[in-house]
């Protein structure tokens, strides 16, 4: 399949380490955000998610991380998988209504 | 349950000629939205769906792109004419109202010559 960005910021880490793929965002009335992750040829896919009235949240693998105070959001993945590899967006919604507004990807390469 | 389903999957045309793209959403999902996407970037709202009423369509360049959603199930969006700039994925996703969560389609692909 095509790729999804060729010139994203990349992270690369060994299989079983821990990634932190960090994201700032920009419109300080935000009370939503999202972490989606897009392989090659695929659609965004829901990762996790964060009201700001929380600072923290746990998934299966994965950790949100919200400061409201430097506007900043950072997705870790523990024991890093292969089929971790994929870009990742963080996306933010502000209002009453679903309109996100995407971050800059970071492309996470899983090396063996 | 099936996901949200798109067509086709890539097009190629050449500047000027006018090209649409399909979806449609996951059952029960009353709203649509449609996002462009280009390489190397997160996607860019173009317009939403509630039910069959466009209720932001604020980022469509409404001279040449058009959608539609008229029984407010599936939707096409439209460009006529094409330009070269238009080459990018365009993106459907569905929620099951305003805030629920966003399910994306795998996207069409489209090369303008």
């Known amino acids: 399949g095509e790729s999804v960005g060729l010139h994203l910021p990349t992270l690369s880490v060994q299989e079983g380490d821990n990634s932190i793929i960090n994201c700032a965002y920009s419109?300080?009335?935000?009370?939503?955000f999202i972490w989606y992750k897009q392989e090659s040829g695929k659609g965004p896919q829901f990762i996790i998610d964060?009201?700001?009235?929380?600072d923290k949240r746990q998934g299966q693998r994965v950790t949100v991380l919200l400061n409201k105070t430097v506007k900043h959001l950072s997705l870790q993945i523990a024991a890093t998988q292969p089929g971790d590899s994929a870009v990742y967006f963080c996306a933010e919604n502000t209002g009453t209504a679903s309109k996100l507004t995407f971050g800059t990807g970071t492309r996470l390469q899983v090396t063996l | 349950e099936a996901g949200v389903v798109q067509s086709p999957r890539y097009k190629i045309i050449e500047k000027k000629q006018p090209v649409a793209f399909w979806c449609n959403p996951i059952?029960?999902?009353?709203?649509l939205y449609w996002y462009l996407q280009n390489l190397g970037q997160g996607p860019e709202l173009l317009i939403r769906?509630?039910?069959?009423?466009?209720?932001?369509d604020s980022q469509l360049p409404k001279d040449r792109f058009s959608a539609e959603r008229l029984k407010g199930v599936d939707s096409t969006l439209k460009i006529q004419p094409a330009e070269l700039g238009d080459s990018a994925v365009y993106l459907c996703?569905?929620?099951?109202?305003?805030?629920?969560?966003?399910?994306f389609g795998p996207g069409t692909r489209l090369t303008v010559l």
């Open positions: 996703a569905s929620s099951r109202g305003g805030r629920g969560e966003q399910f």
């Open positions: 419109n300080s009335a935000s009370d939503y």
């Open positions: 059952s029960g999902h009353n709203t």
């Open positions: 964060i009201r700001s009235n929380m």
């Open positions: 769906y509630e039910n069959e009423e466009a209720v932001d």
